[in-house]
């Protein structure tokens, strides 16, 4: 298996601009899960999902950050407009079995930079 | 992260052993995992103890204990590779999720 999969794995861009970052989890895993990373903050869940349905956003900072799973094999989290606060590196994670006692698996992060 | 304390930095020789403490609150938590995290690269599993005592898996072993809200991950033989951070991370079962520590980031010296 190839693991969790992140595009693209560097993003640089402007204030204002829309950003999307995409998660593709391991097959099969049921869990999809997206943090954001920082040092000041340390790693941070923003939202995940079950099944692909939603399950708590309540991390999402802002209403410019929305995430979408439209399948089992597909996640994208977007800001719009992005801001240079938002500079971080924003990992995707699954994992299979049910609830949260399983090991996630993470993806090799994605590094923005919102200038 | 919110309700895991774990120290920010610790520092030690190569060859020797470290412990890497983490405390959190009870409830709501059910077992505990360690991640390690190398510097540019995403965290990686460790270990994930959901019963009271101490697991080994080879240089590393991991002790929990749940009624005092309590780990510690012990690393022997410390090898210069093994400066990372380390993790701790809480199954939420109140909330179906992972609440994950600040990381200890530990700097492993010749």
């Known amino acids: 298996d190839a693991g969790v999969i992140q595009s693209p794995r560097h993003e640089v861009t402007e204030m204002g601009q829309e950003v999307t970052l995409r998660c593709k989890p391991i097959s099969g895993h049921d869990y999809l899960f997206w943090y954001r990373q920082t040092m000041m903050r340390g790693l941070e869940l923003l939202i995940y999902f079950n099944n692909n349905v939603p399950i708590d956003d309540s991390g999402m900072p802002e209403d410019r950050f929305s995430a979408k799973m439209p399948n089992a094999s597909f996640s994208t989290l977007k800001i719009q407009p992005s801001e240079p606060r938002d500079s971080a590196v924003y990992f995707c994670?699954?994992?299979?079995?049910?609830?949260?006692?399983?090991?996630?698996?993470f993806g090799p992060g994605t590094r923005l930079t919102v200038l | 992260g919110q309700n895991i304390d774990q120290p920010t930095e610790m520092t030690a020789t190569e060859g020797a052993i470290v412990q890497i403490n983490c405390t959190y609150q009870?409830?709501?938590?059910?077992?505990l995992f360690w991640y390690q995290q190398h510097a540019g690269e995403a965290p990686t599993f460790l270990s994930y103890n959901v019963l009271d005592g101490l697991e080994e898996k080879g240089r590393f072993s991991s002790f929990l204990s749940r009624s005092k809200g309590y780990s510690y991950l012990l690393l022997k033989e410390l090898q210069m590779k093994d400066s990372a951070s380390y993790l701790c991370?809480?199954?939420?079962?109140?909330?179906?999720?992972?609440?994950f520590g600040d990381g200890t980031t530990l700097t492993v010296k010749p």
């Open positions: 991370a809480g199954p939420n079962t109140n909330a179906g999720k992972s609440t």
């Open positions: 994670a699954s994992s299979f079995g049910g609830y949260s006692y399983n090991e996630q698996f």
């Open positions: 009870t409830s709501g938590f059910n077992g």
